[in-house]
């Protein structure tokens, strides 16, 4: 008896060592070309997909069931959604959940974001361990139609992370305030009426759950671009000075990030928290250099231990770049490391209130493990704690 046809593909995703995946195309139809990455977060793909961090990425969801949960406006972290794609093992279903607004598949298409169901994400998964984080190209069309060596071509003339400055591009174009705080039940997101500390943050990527966890804890926050100087800054005559999340080679965005950096260091003693690519910048500033990572940390999943402590953090991670504690002149203090692999996850000045971590507290994996971190900085601004 003959079989029935199988459906043709409509997407299509090629590596640059020669290696094509296909699958059923869905959300916006195109090419584009990017890094690829796994997470393995079980929820929140809304929030990681809309996270500027994963600019010029391409997202391989190692969780099955994606798109399960729909979407809602108000999780997204930035805008729009960032990630140049998403790669998933089954095609999104239809939303089961109260808050949903629209389904994912219709949410990628306006957005103009690229997406592939039907993978064997747990052979990509492997391969992206064992060769690194590869360059791919992702398409979709319809017809079914690639040109899949001119894709393999694309996927090996895309330059790479490494010496890409993408905060700059996922940046603010203006400076703005934030007044917004953490959201809980039954109200919802409240604004905060009654601030503390004047503090500036400084939007290298900045997801809005990080800002909603300053507001909380009694900020008044204003944030200014990834390019402002410090003289910008310190105009605000800021309690504290905050560096956000972004993308990209962090060694790049030194060049005018570092400079800012040290001159508010030098001409102030305000308190200064970093997160993520805030961490890396605080690093290079202070004398220490980052690394490209094999694979990077991505996923909700991630331990990470307070070595001054003792105490274990399930924390949420999203970086490919690292910064090499052996690398941290003679001041600083390594604070966090990851249990996965050793791998530097804070930092601190001996005698100075400053400090920052790789993980993102704000993204409530644990699900407040970290959340402490927000509340040492009002602490600290407030005269009530060291940090």
């Not at 504290?240 to 001409?267: H, K, Q």
């Amino acid at each position: 008896m003959a079989q029935p046809a199988l459906p043709k593909p409509t997407a299509c995703l090629a590596l640059a060592d020669g290696t094509v995946f296909y699958g059923t195309g869905f959300g916006a139809t195109g090419q584009t070309v990017a890094e690829l990455v796994f997470n393995t977060a079980m929820t929140g793909y809304q929030e990681i997909l809309s996270d500027p961090s994963y600019a010029q990425q391409v997202i391989t969801f190692t969780f099955p069931h994606i798109g399960n949960t729909g979407v809602s406006p108000e999780d997204d972290e930035g805008a729009d959604p960032v990630a140049a794609g998403m790669v998933v093992k089954w095609d999104p279903t239809a939303p089961s959940n109260w808050r949903s607004a629209e389904t994912l598949k219709t949410w990628l298409k306006k957005r103009g974001r690229i997406a592939i169901g039907g993978v064997d994400t747990r052979r990509l998964t492997r391969a992206i361990r064992q060769q690194g984080a590869p360059h791919v190209a992702l398409a979709h069309d319809p017809s079914g139609d690639f040109d899949v060596p001119a894709l393999i071509a694309a996927a090996r003339g895309f330059a790479g992370l490494e010496g890409m400055d993408l905060a700059r591009v996922v940046t603010c174009a203006q400076s703005y305030r934030w007044d917004e705080m953490r959201w809980a039940w039954p109200e919802g997101y409240q604004r905060q009426t009654q601030p503390q500390h004047k503090v500036v943050a400084i939007d290298y990527g900045a997801k809005r759950n990080i800002l909603r966890c300053l507001a909380s804890v009694g900020c008044d926050v204003t944030v200014l671009p990834a390019t402002a100087t410090a003289e910008e800054v310190l105009a605000h005559s800021p309690d504290g000075v905050f560096l956000s999340n972004g993308p990209g080679d962090p060694s790049a965005t030194s060049e005018y990030a570092v400079p800012m950096i040290r001159e508010v260091l030098d001409r102030s003693d305000v308190p200064v928290f970093g997160i993520c690519l805030g961490h890396q910048l605080l690093a290079l500033a202070l004398g220490g250099r980052t690394i490209k990572m094999n694979h990077g940390h991505h996923g909700a999943n991630h331990p990470v231990k307070d070595v001054e402590t003792g105490k274990v953090e399930i924390t949420s991670m999203n970086h490919g770049f690292a910064v090499d504690s052996q690398s941290l002149p003679d001041g600083v203090l390594e604070t966090h490391v990851s249990l996965f692999d050793g791998s530097n996850c804070g930092i601190r000045m001996v005698d100075r209130p400053v400090w920052s971590v790789q993980h993102h507290p704000e993204a409530s994996p644990g699900p407040q493990d970290s959340f402490y971190l927000f509340d040492r900085f009002a602490n600290v601004m407030a005269g009530r704690q060291q940090p």
